[in-house]
């Protein structure tokens, strides 16, 4: 099994910043994706960041230039640095990690259970 554990969400005024966080563990062998999304009320899951075990990054249009995205490969951990936080911004943020397990099945993509994000205005 491979869990993820997402931590950092809070209430926020706008304008402000939030670090989320993003743990991975059990029995992995490699994670090759990971990935912040998000869902607001009544609206789809989006994608709000993504990178690889390359090191490459991707970002919605929307959280250009604001978001930063990271991950500590020797911790399975991933991070979210958010700044200049607006009320649109307001959302439950998912992790999500896709990857290979020491065991098998090999292959694994999962999610966390979600931290919530309120930006006030």
């Known amino acids: 099994q491979v869990q993820l554990v997402e931590s950092g969400g809070g209430l926020v005024q706008a304008g402000g910043s939030l670090r989320l966080s993003c743990a991975a563990s059990?029995?992995?062998?490699?994670?090759?994706?990971m990935a912040w999304y998000r869902q607001a009320p009544g609206k789809q899951r989006e994608l709000v960041a993504g990178t690889s075990s390359g090191g490459s990054t991707n970002y919605a249009d929307s959280v250009k230039g604001r978001f930063a995205i990271s991950r500590d490969n020797a911790k399975n951990t991933m991070y979210l640095q958010m700044s200049s936080l607006k009320v649109e911004d307001t959302a439950v943020y998912y992790c999500?990690?896709?990857?290979?397990?020491?065991?098998?099945?090999?292959?694994?993509?999962?999610w966390g259970q979600g931290t919530l994000v309120t930006v006030s205005s």
């Open positions: 999500y990690a896709k990857g290979l397990r020491t065991v098998q099945p090999r292959h694994f993509d999962v």
């Open positions: 059990g029995s992995i062998f490699s994670i090759n994706e």
